[in-house]
């Protein structure tokens, strides 16, 4: 693990290989361990993969008095630490929040973009019941603490049947999300709960793209996949069968084979 101070905070991340560079960014509420097999994997097959822990989350910190956490905030910071990195152009990827972080951060770099992961995410402004769910969620992390929304989620997070076939893979995944600090996944709460819409910058996306998505995610389903393809010019959607919400842990096999095609087309 290495550190960066960006910004008022302590940037906890790894930084594997050499090559292109790949920026894979974590959802909620994980951290960069969730990208563990592909760094592992892609960083000895010729890139130079960066995984960091988001802001309140991992081990990276946030400011005390940071009460919410907006998808800016969070792009701004991958952007201080590729100039950190001397990285100028990256490909970039992201699953679930992570993948609206990759979003935001299109829209406002483009130019810093060499292609898009958007994996089991959505490309829609927040509804106004979405808005009050997540406002409510994060009193309740604030003030219960975060393992009851663990436990949960987890059977949404990975299939009910890759929770039973897969127990290495739900421990992992419950780890990461019961040892996220409730300060941090608050904010970020907060902050998605006023997400905009980023429909419409996606049809101007001019990178290679691809979508990927499990057929048995209920937090963002196919169709949402299948949106966003129809968005973005040329991009190449693929759907993994047999994973819910986390596809790259679900089914490491399956997304890694997809993801080393849009690799090897980019490099």
């Known amino acids: 693990m290495s550190t960066a101070e960006l910004d008022g905070i302590s940037v906890a991340y790894d930084d ?3 090559g292109l560079p790949v920026v894979l960014v974590h959802g909620h ?12 994997r892609f960083s000895r097959e010729g890139y130079r993969v960066i995984t960091a822990d988001l802001r309140g989350y991992g081990e990276t910190t946030k400011p005390a008095q940071e009460q919410k956490t907006g998808l800016d905030v969070f792009a701004a910071d991958i952007a201080r ?10 490909v970039l990827g992201g699953l679930s929040m992570g993948g609206q972080i990759v979003m935001e951060f299109h829209r406002t770099y483009p130019g810093r973009v060499l292609g ?6 959505s490309p829609q402004e927040e509804t106004e019941e979405g808005r009050r769910v997540r406002n409510e969620t994060a009193d309740r992390v604030l003030a219960e603490g975060i393992g009851w929304y663990a436990d949960e989620v987890l059977t949404k997070m990975v299939s009910p049947e890759n929770v039973r076939t897969m127990p290495d ?5 419950l780890q990461m999300m ?5 300060e941090g996944a608050a904010a970020a709460l907060r902050g ?7 429909r419409d910058s996606l049809t101007r996306a001019k990178v290679p793209s691809l979508v990927v998505v499990g057929t048995e995610d209920e937090f963002t389903p196919v169709s949402d996949a299948e949106l966003m393809r129809d968005l973005i010019p ?6 993994i069968e047999g994973a819910a919400h986390m596809p790259n842990l679900e089914r490491e096999a399956e997304f890694d084979a997809v993801f080393a095609r849009f690799l090897k087309e980019i490099g």
């Open 234 to 239: 040329g991009s190449t959607l693929a759907v």
């Open 29 to 40: 509420p994980f951290n960069r361990s969730m990208w563990r097999p592909q760094a592992e």
């Open 178 to 182: 019961r040892t996220t600090p409730p």
């Open 116 to 121: 898009l992961l958007l994996a089991d995410t």
């Open 16 to 18: 594997l290989g050499t």
């Open 192 to 198: 998605r709960a006023e997400r905009p819409d980023y």
């Open 81 to 90: 630490l590729a100039d950190h990195l001397g990285i100028e152009r990256f």
């Open 169 to 173: 893979v739900a421990a992992h995944v």
